[in-house]
Structures are given as C-alpha cells and as structure tokens.
Nanobody, 126 residues
Framework: QVQLVESGGGLVQAGGSLRLSCATS????????MAWFRQAPGKEREFVAL???????????YYKDSVKGRFSISRDNAKNTMYLQLNSLKPEDTAVYYC????????????????WGQGTQVTVSS
C-alpha cells in the first residue's frame, strides 16, 4: 500500500507563489509515475502535471497547457517526495490539489493512477 501526504497549500495573492510537496511511502518511489491533479468547487478533477519514474530516476514531465511556464513539477527520489512549484498564481488556480501515484506507466487521466493523497487547498485572491 502506497500512502501519499500533500502539504504546502495556503492563501496567496494573485501573482504569488507556493510550493506543494507530496511525501510518499514505499521503497520503490523512483519507479512510480507521479502526477498532480486539482479540483475547483463545482468542477471535475483535472490534470495539472506529471513526472515519469523508471530506470535512471525518470524525470520526463508534461503539463496542462494553462500552467506551462508557471508551474514546475519535480521529484527527489532520495526523499520519496514530489513537488509542484506554483508561480504567477491566478485566481483560477484556486482548487484542492491532489498528488497521485501509479506503479505502471500513466498519463493525464485520473483513472491511470491507483494511489491518491488527501489534497491540499490552494486559494488565490485577486
């Protein structure tokens, strides 16, 4: 069983920054494909960014178009932790952000991921 715990959310003004963390249990973290999703009130959960795992530590990334150039996903395999750096935040980025893990190759669909964290709230004021 893989457990994921997010942290780092909060209230920030538009244009500000936050860094989210996702601490993960399990001895094979480096092999997991990892992702961030978010869910705004009244909306469906949506993909934000992913980072591949695998031999050599993986590291290939992919982003939702609206966050490219503003958000950056990364991982520290030695710490079993994934990060999401959020810069130039906008009110429309307000949502609960979830980290997710897959032990197989995964993409942008939430059903690709088996393990989920409890979420961390990000609120951006205008």
């Amino acid at each position: 069983q893989v457990q994921l715990v997010e942290s780092g959310g909060g209230l920030v003004q538009a244009g500000g920054s936050l860094r989210l963390s996702c601490a993960t249990s399990g001895s094979t973290f480096s092999s997991y494909d990892m992702a961030w999703f978010r869910q705004a009130p009244g909306k469906e959960r949506e993909f934000v960014a992913l980072i591949n795992g695998g031999i050599g530590g993986g590291g290939s990334t992919y982003y939702k178009d609206s966050v490219k150039g503003r958000f950056s996903i990364s991982r520290d395999n030695a710490k079993n932790t994934m990060y999401l750096q959020l810069n130039s935040l906008k009110p429309e980025d307000t949502a609960v952000y979830y980290c997710a893990a897959s032990t197989g190759r995964a993409g942008v669909r939430s059903r690709d991921y088996t393990y989920w964290g409890q979420g961390t709230q990000v609120t951006v004021s205008s």
